[in-house]
Nanobody
Framework: QVQLVESGGGLVQPGGSLRLSCAASGSIFRIDAMGWYRQAPGKQRELVATITSGGSPNYADSVKGRFTISRDNAKKSVYLQMNSLELEDTAVYYC???????????????WGQGTQVTVSS
């Protein structure tokens, strides 16, 4: 069974930093794009950042210049370095990946269980 497991969330003061990690496990043939989304209380889930298999990143305007997405294809992992955190960054952060489990299977969109990030003084 394919899983995405996030780690690294927590409580941080405004202006602080956190690094989220997400690792894919299970029977995986290939991983394409990976990324991070977030959902704040009472709001819709929104894109934070994505990264292609070749390493090209894409960011939401609200996090440009503060967050950095990266990946390690050998470890089937994606990371999100979050600096200069603001109160508005408080949310549950979800890892996502487009993956194929076998050579013949279709691409599927997989999601992690989420990790809480709370920015508070």
């Amino acid at each position: 069974q394919v899983q995405l497991v996030e780690s690294g969330g927590g409580l941080v003061q405004p202006g602080g930093s956190l690094r989220l990690s997400c690792a894919a496990s299970g029977s995986i043939f290939r991983i394409d794009a990976m990324g991070w989304y977030r959902q704040a209380p009472g709001k819709q889930r929104e894109l934070v950042a994505t990264i292609t298999s070749g390493g090209s990143p894409n960011y939401a305007d609200s996090v440009k210049g503060r967050f950095t997405i990266s990946r390690d294809n050998a470890k089937k992992s994606v990371y999100l370095q979050m600096n200069s955190l603001e109160l508005e960054d408080t949310a549950v952060y979800y890892c996502t990946a487009d993956m194929r489990t076998t050579r013949w299977s279709p691409w599927g969109d997989y999601w992690g269980q989420g990790t809480q990030v709370t920015v508070s003084s």
